[in-house]
């Protein structure tokens, strides 16, 4: 209360005797109370905006699964086969992905999921169903934990719109093009996987492996994803001839791997031991080459030192003569 003894100085002065003193009271209990409330709401203030700032700064966590394609938008009644494409937002691989979709009118009854999708990669979930109603349809599709929402059109097939219908046609035959390579590629995977073990298998065997190489199958896999991702079938057909024919190069090159002849392995291990005795002699050379150099030195100061000190007791002597 120290900091209102100047309210008390200022009303005694003002106030000298022309109002009562239970006027005064009043008007510094009034002062009182108004600077008490200023203060309260500049406190209010002040915490609302910091929790405001803390609300900003906590961001919503990131989304491990996202749904970057989805196709077709426009269907006919009947059947159809939905491309679900996915990418993995995560930093570890994702596997057995399922997409579960959801709307008036449609009923599903297969699924084909991903078996395994690497960290920023694309692939596609592809499910079958039925469309029972015509009209604008909103799915909610189910991936995991994540939800999304996703408006198609459904076009009765006697409506009489023969060119929306063609285009729905050439959109669903791309669509079972690119469900065709996805699972020739799936296949090919797997063969690479394969492969691959049996290439480490061989050469920890001694088996000469020096022949085989799986960087360019290893390549083509990977361009035939983009190809899928981006919808370009003609170049996934292309790079999945490719890949088959690599694939059944290195395949062939493998089966004919024949073992290392214990005679070259004893061989090699001899240009291996010898390499490293004669590193080992090498340095041992150095090593003695440097000590003698060292102790040349030491000699060398020794006699440089001695002959100073001749030299001085020389001068020291003839000095003495002198006097």
Aim: proline residues 2%.
């Amino acid at each position: 209360m120290e900091k209102f003894k100047f309210l008390d100085q200022a009303f005694s002065n003002i106030y000298n005797g022309d109002f009562s003193k239970k006027f005064m009271q009043n008007t510094k209990l009034f002062m009182l109370a108004f600077i008490l409330i200023i203060s309260i709401e500049g406190i209010y203030a002040q915490e609302n905006e910091t929790a405001n700032q803390t609300s900003e700064n906590v961001s919503a966590p990131a989304q491990k699964i996202l749904l970057t394609n989805f196709m077709p938008k426009e269907v006919k009644i009947g059947d159809v086969q939905f491309n679900v494409q996915i990418e993995n937002n995560q930093n570890e691989t994702a596997e057995n992905i399922f997409a579960f979709i959801t709307g008036k009118g449609f009923s599903s009854y297969d699924i084909t999921p991903i078996s395994s999708l690497e960290p920023g990669e694309k692939d596609y979930v592809f499910v079958f169903g039925n469309l029972k109603e015509e009209g604008e349809i909103n799915l909610t599709i189910k991936i995991g934990n994540e939800v999304f929402y996703q408006g198609i059109a459904v076009i009765n097939p006697n409506s009489g719109d023969q060119s929306k219908l063609e285009e729905i046609q050439k959109a669903q035959e791309k669509e079972q093009q690119i469900k065709n390579i996805s699972d020739q590629l799936d296949t090919l995977k797997e063969n690479f996987a394969i492969l691959e073990n049996e290439l480490i298998d061989k050469t920890d065997d001694n088996y000469d492996v020096s022949h085989v190489s799986l960087s360019d199958l290893k390549g083509y896999i990977k361009a035939i994803q983009i190809d899928i991702s981006t919808g370009n079938v003609n170049d996934a057909n292309l790079n999945l001839n490719f890949a088959y024919e690599e694939y059944s190069t290195q395949r062939t090159r493998l089966d004919n791997a024949e073992k290392i002849p214990i005679v070259n392995r004893l061989r090699n291990n001899i240009i291996i031991f010898t390499t490293f005795a004669g590193a080992i002699l090498t340095f041992f050379a150095l090593y003695e080459l440097l000590k003698k150099k060292k102790e040349n030195i030491a000699e060398i100061s020794k006699k440089i030192i001695h002959k100073k000190e001749i030299k001085n007791f020389q001068v020291s002597g003839r000095k003495k003569k002198k006097k």
